[in-house]
């Protein structure tokens, strides 16, 4: 992609999320995550039901009397992006592919951070990492995180999510919010996934699209795996097929379902070519009335 091209499409997006930003952020974006800790307020006297853990002893001691610390939910957060640049993010059965879709996506996580005054960081990834911008706040670095997503041309094809996990783990130390945008056509990132969550506070946003759950009644159709190059012809005129077919990707996606499940980590479907507003809305909704 030419630089001008770059530059006009960040422009695009930008435009395109304004809206939508000022939808979540006028909705359940901040109020859903936690900030990123607690600062000290004041001390009180202790009353009937208080946490004994949060007894200031030296306050106490001095003035014969329990009394407790007081503190405040620190509301600046850190948001990281964990954005997934394999070569499978190239389908598309429509107009948009799954990497276009995740690149909107991003943009819109990333301006909504801006607006909310919060840092935004960026990692993408294959089976490597292909790059990291370090969080930051402003409207010039949201740029700078979109324009690396269209920009940024992957050396790796294959996917590594369990390595991405680890990779955001040792570069991230504060507490943060890890939005992971992948169509998570990977395995073995099951603990990588829980031990992140454990530490951070993850969302996984899986893009699919349609015809990777069903496909139509074709004639004979030449498949490739776009991250291993494999080949296989396929039967698309074949009803038990393409019933095969559909319950093997069923399977596939509600094994992606649990692992996120054992894991305790909420998963956000989007599909390539619909509205990402109302699912993203949705969750907010949700995700506020558990808290």
């Not at 990692?123 to 269209?150: D, I, N, Q, S």
């Amino acid at each position: 992609m030419l630089t001008q091209e770059i530059i006009t499409n960040v422009r695009r997006l930008e435009i395109r999320t304004r809206r939508i930003v000022d939808q979540l952020t006028a909705g359940a974006y901040h109020s859903v995550f936690k900030g990123r800790g607690m600062e000290f307020n004041e001390v009180r006297e202790y009353e009937a039901g208080d946490d004994v853990r949060t007894i200031d002893w030296n306050v106490t001691a001095r003035l014969g009397r329990p009394y407790i610390k007081k503190y405040v939910e620190e509301r600046e957060l850190t948001v990281v992006l964990l954005v997934d640049l394999s070569a499978s993010g190239d389908f598309g059965s429509g107009e948009r592919s799954k990497a276009m879709q995740a690149a909107e996506l991003a943009a819109l996580l990333s301006f909504s951070a801006v607006r909310n005054n919060d840092r935004v960081g960026l990692l993408l990834f294959t089976e490597a990492e292909e790059l990291y911008l370090p969080p930051r706040k402003g409207r010039r670095h949201a740029l700078r995180v979109v324009r690396e997503l269209l920009a940024c041309q992957r050396r790796r094809r294959a996917t590594d999510i369990r390595l991405a996990l680890e990779r955001m783990m040792r570069l991230t130390r504060r507490r943060a919010v890890v939005f992971l945008i992948s169509d998570m056509l990977d395995s073995g990132f099951e603990a990588a996934l829980a031990i992140a969550n454990r530490r951070h506070d993850v969302v996984a946003l899986r893009i699919t699209d349609p015809r990777e759950l069903s496909l139509p009644r074709l004639g004979f159709l030449s498949v490739e795996d776009a991250e291993s190059g494999e080949g296989v012809v396929f039967s698309g005129g074949n009803a038990r097929a393409l019933r095969r077919l559909a319950l093997e990707a069923g399977g596939m996606r509600a094994g992606q379902t649990e692992v996120c499940r054992r894991a305790g980590v909420d998963l956000i479907d989007l599909t390539c070519g619909q509205d990402v507003v109302k699912p993203l809305m949705q969750f907010f909704r949700s995700r506020e009335k558990r808290r």
